[in-house]
């Protein structure tokens, strides 16, 4: 079982900005594609973006493209999630999760049974004024 720790959630105002971080617990970040993945109160889970663990490939869904940044720095052993021009849609429960499949769009907004292996606790981003 491959733990994985997030924090950085928070309230926010529209408009504004927050860093998300995932940090595995005993094992490279390198390893695994990383994925983060939101539920919204009252909504289905949705996949937000991925990041491959061999080729750095890298995909969001078009909701938060071209707002939303992920990064990982294998001297920190750590994934970011950055989000910026945040709005109240952006409100939920953010998940970083584990693959040792590869990042593909089509994976990332319909992960196929078992692609996703292991969950972090998630943490709450409230974009409220």
């Known amino acids: 079982q491959v733990q994985l720790v997030e924090s950085g959630g928070g309230l926010v105002q529209p408009g504004g900005s927050l860093r998300l971080s995932c940090a595995p617990k005993?094992?490279?970040?390198?390893?695994?594609?990383i994925l983060w993945l939101r539920q919204a109160p009252g909504k289905e889970r949705e996949g937000v973006s991925c990041f491959g663990h061999s080729d750095s490939a890298t995909y969001y869904s078009n909701s938060v493209k071209g707002r939303f940044t992920t990064t990982r720095y294998d001297a920190e052993n750590n994934v970011y999630l950055e989000m910026s021009a945040l709005t109240p849609e952006d409100t939920g429960v953010y998940y970083c999760?584990?693959?040792?499949?590869?990042?593909?769009?089509?994976?990332?907004?319909?992960?196929?049974?078992?692609?996703?292996?292991?969950w972090g606790q998630g943490t709450l981003v409230n974009v409220s004024s």
């Open positions: 005993d094992f490279p970040v390198s390893h695994y594609t």
């Open positions: 999760a584990t693959s040792r499949g590869r990042c593909w769009y089509s994976y990332l907004i319909n992960p196929p049974d078992k692609y996703i292996e292991n």
